[in-house]
Structures are given as C-alpha cells and as structure tokens.
C-alpha cells in the first residue's frame, strides 16, 4: 500500500541536563527558544507552561536549522550488515523541564529515490530498524549537515549513535541516557501516517507494536485489539510502550481538507508535548523504582528522605489526572498514560516507599532499644552505688 510522502516519524530520545546545562542552551546561537502555546490545556498547566515554569522548548536556529532542511538521504547503520536510509523532515526540537529532564524530537522518513513511491512496509520497517533493531549509528549525513560539523565540531573516528550524535549538538546536555529510562539506544517514537484507506488489523497490529512489514499476524477478534481508539472516520490513534502511532485517511474526498494533509505539524505542535509529558512521568517514577531497588542491598536515611520529597515533588507537580475539557485532547493523554501504565507505577513505587519508610522506623526503633538498653547497663550500677552513698551519708 503506497501512503502519502508528509508521512513521518517522530523519534524522542529522552537526556539530563547538568546544573547549568539549560542555561548554555540559551546563551547558544545554534538554538532559539518556541513558545509552547498549550493549545487546550486546563488553565493552570497553561499558566505554567506559558510562563516555562513546567515546560520549555527549544528549535534549532540559523545554519544548524539550515543544514537540517536538506532532502539528502543519512545513512545510519549497526554493524557491518544492517544500514537504513531516511531523511530528515523536521528538524530537532529539544523540550525541557524543570527536573533537567529533556527530550530531543526529530522527525524522520524513510529515503524514496524520485520517481518511485512511500510505501506502508517501508515505514514499518524503518520503525522496527529505528526502535527495536536499534540501527542508530549515523554513518553518513547530508552534505550541507557534513559542512556544518566540520565547521564546528570535531568529526568523530567512528559512527556515533543518533542519540550521542544529537547530544553532541547540544551544550550542557549529558549524551548517557537518564537512569531508568527504559530505552537506552533505542527512542520512543510518534508515527503520522497518511493512508490512502483504512488499514486492516495486521497493519494496525505491526505500526502499533512496531514490527517488520513480513512479520506473521494473528488476526484478532473484531475489538479485541488493545491500544486502538478510533478519533474520527479518517482517523485512528493506536498506543504502546513504544509510542503512539496516529493514521490519517486521506483519499480523494479528503484531499481537500487542510487539517488532514497537515496533520505531522499539527501533531507536532499539539500532541506531541502532552506525550512527552507522560514519557517524563514515566521516567522520574522508573527512575524512583531503580533507586528503591538499590536500596535493597542497603536503606542510606539521608538518600531516601530525598527520594521521599522527590515523589511527593512530582505527584504535587508533574502527575496529572487530566491536561485539558478539550475530550479529544483528554482522552489522547488519559490513552497514553493508560498505554505507559504510570498509575501502576505510581502505586508500586508509592508502596516501595512506604516500605523502606516500615524499615527505616523499625531500624530507628531497635536502635533506640539497643541505646536504652546499653544506658541501662551502664547507669544502673552507678545508680546502686550512688544510693548506696546517698543511704550511708544521709542522716
């Protein structure tokens, strides 16, 4: 099945900031700050992000956004054996919280020589290379990108991981991917694509779970397909841990309608940041649950009194029921949540603290015990003798 060229995939690697990293961001020339305008958003989350209080974003600027506009083909590769070919159709846009997390969004497509066609097996197969076969080493760019590092970074020896590669684009910004974050090469990612009709459940089934295009389906009864939700007659939202895939109909009837053909920017501008908020919750309770495990091997008091104000930190500030009355847009963040189980995570790290906290007060418990005890042991005989005293001298 051929689909339409704006087709796109959104890859979303996610980074840390260092102290001051957000700082060198904006005293860089290579990026200018977007105003996020919170399309639909409840009044108060669009108070703070208007203001960058919650989150703020960043698009690539001047020769840097340049050297991204070019059609030419990046070759990027693992191994000897495995290499794809895609182009880049939006360039970076970095997000930043206030808990020096951040995410880089680019958006890819696979490379279609002129004259032929996009196909739906193409782009499920760059998305299985991209995000589960982890082929993210560029190995060639564009030569007006090739021009551009040349110009102002040292080119490295061997193929760097697109993750490290945009990293290195970006100063203040650590390259290793946060703890707990549950892809480390791989990215998340937010598929757009445009069908020229409907898909049939196998399709649905691989861009929902992000396999190859050969991969064997077992057809599922009609509705029992999780993850799916149907927006529209022309539009279906599919979800899992791997990302979002949204699918837009777009057949001669609908040729004519604006909001359909320019769907990736539209997603892009209003989607996009809510998934991203939901990937962030996702990390900082990942992160949680990673150092409630560490602390199996030994409960440190100070670390977890700061671990305990870090999730009470987030459930005040960054865990939200709902983002916006808009239902479509509600529904949009309620389904991802649902998809990246962060009510789940939330209980389970909620209850691991509490338990650390039962053994931290019973350990504070028997300390005192022990301390009681050993006062006891010291003090009595002193205090035998001192009224031994006392009853001898007394008259």
């Known amino acids: 099945m051929n689909i339409g060229r704006k087709s796109?995939?959104?890859?979303?690697?996610?980074?840390?900031?260092?102290?001051?990293?957000?700082?060198?961001?904006?005293?860089?020339?290579?990026?200018?700050?977007?105003?996020?305008?919170?399309?639909?958003l409840l009044p108060h989350l669009d108070e703070y992000?208007?203001?960058?209080?919650?989150?703020?974003?960043y698009d690539a600027a001047g020769d840097l956004r340049s050297a991204f506009g070019a059609r030419d083909p990046w070759k990027l590769v693992d191994?000897?054996?495995?290499?794809?070919?895609?182009?880049?159709?939006?360039?970076?846009r970095i997000y930043v919280l206030d808990t020096n997390y951040a995410f880089i969004v680019i958006g890819v497509a696979p490379f279609v020589?002129?004259?032929?066609?996009?196909?739906?097996?193409?782009?499920?197969?760059?998305?299985?290379?991209?995000?589960?076969?982890?082929?993210?080493?560029?190995?060639s760019t564009s030569p007006q990108m090739t021009k551009w590092c040349e110009a102002?970074?040292?080119?490295?020896?061997?193929?760097?991981?697109?993750?490290?590669w945009l990293a290195s684009l970006v100063?203040?910004?650590?390259?290793?991917?946060?703890?707990?974050?549950?892809?480390?090469?791989?990215?998340?990612?937010?598929?757009v694509i445009?069908?020229?009709?409907?898909?049939?459940?196998?399709?649905?089934?691989?861009?929902?779970?992000?396999?190859?295009?050969d991969q064997v389906v077992e057809p599922a009864g009609v509705g029992d397909e999780p993850g799916e939700w149907k927006l529209s007659n022309r539009e279906f939202c599919l979800f899992s841990t791997f990302g979002v895939s949204w699918i837009v109909t777009t057949d001669d009837a609908a040729k004519s309608s604006h909001f359909l053909n320019d769907a990736p920017h539209m997603i892009r501008d209003r989607y996009v940041y809510k998934w991203l908020l939901v990937e962030h919750q996702r990390l900082c309770l990942l992160a949680l649950a990673t150092e409630c495990a560490d602390m199996s091997s030994g409960i440190d008091g100070a670390n977890f009194a700061e671990m305990?104000?870090?999730?009470l930190s987030f459930i005040s500030a960054y865990n939200f029921r709902h983002v916006s009355n808009e239902e479509r847009h509600d529904r949009f963040y309620k389904r991802v949540r649902d998809a990246l189980s962060i009510d789940d995570l939330l209980a389970e790290v909620s209850e691991e603290v509490v338990e650390i906290d039962t053994q931290l007060a019973a350990r504070r418990a028997e300390l005192l015990n022990h301390v009681l005890a050993f006062l006891t042991l010291v003090l009595t005989p002193v205090g035998i003798m001192v009224g031994i005293f006392s009853s001898d001298t007394t008259p």
Do not use: C
């Not at 004259?115 to 190995?139: N, P």
């Not at 102002?152 to 490290?164: D, G, M, T, V, Y």
């Not at 305990?308 to 999730?311: T, V």
């Open 8 to 40: 796109t995939l959104f890859l979303a690697y996610a980074y840390e900031f260092d102290e001051d990293g957000e700082s060198q961001l904006t005293r860089s020339e290579a990026w200018k700050k977007r105003e996020i305008k919170g399309v639909a």
């Open 49 to 57: 992000v208007r203001k960058g209080k919650l989150l703020r974003a």
């Open 79 to 92: 191994g000897e054996d495995d290499s794809i070919e895609v182009t880049i159709t939006e360039p970076p």
């Open 113 to 139: 020589k002129k004259g032929e066609e996009l196909t739906l097996a193409t782009m499920q197969d760059v998305s299985y290379a991209l995000v589960r076969a982890g082929i993210s080493r560029v190995a």
């Open 152 to 164: 102002h970074q040292p080119l490295a020896s061997e193929p760097a991981i697109l993750r490290r």
């Open 171 to 191: 100063p203040g910004l650590r390259a290793e991917a946060p703890r707990g974050a549950p892809r480390t090469t791989a990215p998340a990612r937010f598929s």
């Open 194 to 213: 445009h069908a020229n009709e409907p898909l049939g459940s196998d399709d649905r089934h691989r861009l929902r779970l992000v396999h190859r295009s």
């Open 308 to 311: 305990r104000m870090r999730l």
